[in-house]
């Protein structure tokens, strides 16, 4: 079992940055093992996913988020970060974490962290 808190979500004004955290926990997890991956529904819309890190460190990011957003990882702390700058409204939503072994295909996500809302208002 894996378990994974974010924090880091809240509101700011369009242009604005967040920093959104996921400490990763449990028996099985390991941070040179899993992809981690952040994901975000809006209202009204499909979950899409919005930045990746593979276990060999390969990034993958969202055209919508490409140039805006970074993915990293602190392997010491077993955290993700995605820091998010340049904040628009329609990047509003809610924030999940999520984390698969050695697999980071988006459909195969095993375990996922509450969720943290990011509101950006214009």
């Known amino acids: 079992q894996v378990q994974l808190l974010e924090s880091g979500g809240g509101s700011v004004q369009a242009g604005g ?7 990763a926990s449990g028996r099985s997890y390991s941070s040179y093992s899993y992809c ?21 460190g ?32 329609e990047d509003t939503a809610m924030y999940y974490c999520a984390a698969e072994e050695w697999n980071c295909a988006p459909s195969d996500f095993e375990y996922w962290g509450q969720g943290t809302q990011v509101t950006v208002s214009s």
């Open 17 to 23: 940055s967040l920093r959104l955290s996921c400490a």
């Open 36 to 56: 981690m991956a952040w994901f975000r529904r809006a209202p009204g819309k499909e979950r899409e996913v919005v930045a990746s890190i593979d276990v060999d």
């Open 58 to 89: 390969t990034l993958g990011y969202a055209d919508s988020v490409k140039g805006r957003f970074t993915i990293s990882k602190d392997n010491a702390k077993n955290t993700v970060y995605l820091q998010m700058n340049s904040l628009k409204p």
